[in-house]
């Protein structure tokens, strides 16, 4: 079992920055990738990101690319989701997420173990 936890939501300017950090334990996450989501109201929830534990492959949805870095520390058994020049568009709940297919798949169908969420909300 791993439990993921989400920080560092919160309410900030368009143009603006915020990193999310999701804490993982229960075990490694060696043999495992970790993505993060979003979801607005009344929408599907979205990939956004993903990074290989091992390795350290990214993947970015397009709308976020040269905005957003996913990284993690192998140390601390967490993972990051740096996100620059936010747009009133990326208001959502984040939620990262953690899946033993690889490589990362992009439906939230295919990842067993979620975090409770963040809300990130990016006022124009």
């Known amino acids: 079992q791993v439990q993921l936890v989400e920080s560092g939501g919160g309410l900030v300017q368009a143009g603006g920055s915020l990193t999310l950090s999701c804490a993982a334990s229960?075990?490694?996450?060696?043999?495992?990738?970790m993505g993060w989501f979003r979801q607005a109201p009344g929408k599907e929830r979205e990939f956004v990101a993903a990074?290989?534990?091992?390795?350290?492959?990214?993947y970015y949805t397009d709308s976020v690319k040269g905005r957003f870095t996913i990284s993690r520390d192998n140390t601390k058994n967490t993972g990051f989701l740096q996100m620059n020049s936010l747009k009133p568009e990326d208001t959502a709940v984040y939620y990262c997420?953690?899946?033993?297919?690889?490589?990362?798949?992009?439906?939230?169908?295919?990842?067993?173990?979620w975090g409770q969420g963040t809300q990130v909300t990016v006022s124009s």
């Open positions: 229960g075990r490694t996450l060696s043999t495992y990738a």
């Open positions: 997420a953690a899946t033993g297919l690889l490589p990362p798949p992009r439906s939230h169908e295919n990842y067993a173990y």
């Open positions: 990074i290989v534990w091992s390795g350290g492959d990214t």
